[in-house]
């Protein structure tokens, strides 16, 4: 097992990624359109070969010291609704509002704004399926997946199949001792992983943003074991020379804001 230690007692913690996200979001008018809860989140880091995912990736990639990072998060989104319009436009949504999904991320930099990039989504909802791609650029994939993640016991597991290739991965874990939920160190690595807020993704060869804000993430590090890496190495073949670097999970939040997508902006 590994874990990112990163959390050390005593440290001053800051909201600055969360708080310049915030002033971005509100600076276009009409934002956020949605709004959502992302629950029981459980996100997993590989290092990977920075050439060999650059060439699968439309963005310039956003290096740590030089290394190339690719994160697993498995989560809930719950109750996904339009701001605007009440118990009325929620009702219209409920058919895509809560389902699981695995995100498949890499770590981007596109004008001077750092964020993520979706190299794949896996969700159990097929008509959201249908309409990530159209409406937010998202590469999404049906796949059938099963979470248990225990609070009480502080265990974590899962499997994600591929719905087409018939191909799964696995994860096992738990929460490090003690788990304790609070924003991570300001600066640390795994700030730099968990606090980013802008989507940058091409699907269709469209180049589009989207923006997301949210506190915090409340996180406690964890030890989880992967097996299955077959599963990501069929698309990625460099994949399978990735490296399981740590892990976080967190609660969730109950609120987390959702941009339009935008046409991206000339890199500067």
């Not at 650059?54 to 030089?66: A, E, I, M, S, Y």
Request: hydrophobic share 45%.
């Amino acid at each position: 097992m590994n874990t990112l230690a990163i959390n050390t007692p005593a440290v001053q913690y800051t909201s600055r990624p969360s708080a310049a996200a915030r002033e971005r979001m509100l600076s276009r008018r009409g934002e956020p359109v949605f709004m959502a809860g992302w629950r029981r989140v459980l996100m997993m880091h590989f290092d990977v070969d920075a050439g060999a995912l650059q060439r699968d990736v439309p963005f310039q990639l956003d290096l740590r010291d030089g290394r190339a990072f690719v994160s697993l998060v498995a989560f809930t989104m719950e109750g996904m609704r339009p701001r605007f319009g009440g118990r009325w436009t929620a009702k219209l949504f409920q058919p895509i509002a809560t389902h699981d999904f695995l995100n498949v991320r890499t770590y981007v930099v596109h004008g001077g704004e750092p964020g993520i990039h979706f190299l794949a989504e896996w969700l159990t909802n097929r008509l959201a399926v249908m309409l990530g791609p159209a409406t937010f650029g998202l590469p999404y994939r049906y796949g059938r997946l099963a979470y248990d993640f225990n609070r009480p016991r502080r265990s974590l597991q899962g499997r994600v199949a591929d719905a087409d290739s018939r191909t799964a991965i696995n994860f096992r874990g738990n929460l490090v001792e003690p788990a304790c939920f609070q924003p991570v160190e300001a600066g640390s690595l795994t700030e730099w992983l968990m606090e980013r807020y802008t989507a940058f993704n091409a699907a269709g060869g469209r180049k589009q943003f989207f923006r997301v804000w949210h506190p915090p993430w409340p996180q406690c590090p964890a030890q989880v074991e992967v097996d299955g890496l077959n599963f990501l190495a069929q698309h990625w073949p460099w994949f399978g020379a990735a490296r399981l670097v740590g892990a976080n999970y967190s609660p969730g939040l109950d609120e987390v804001w959702m941009g339009r997508p935008h046409r991206t902006f000339p890199a500067r």
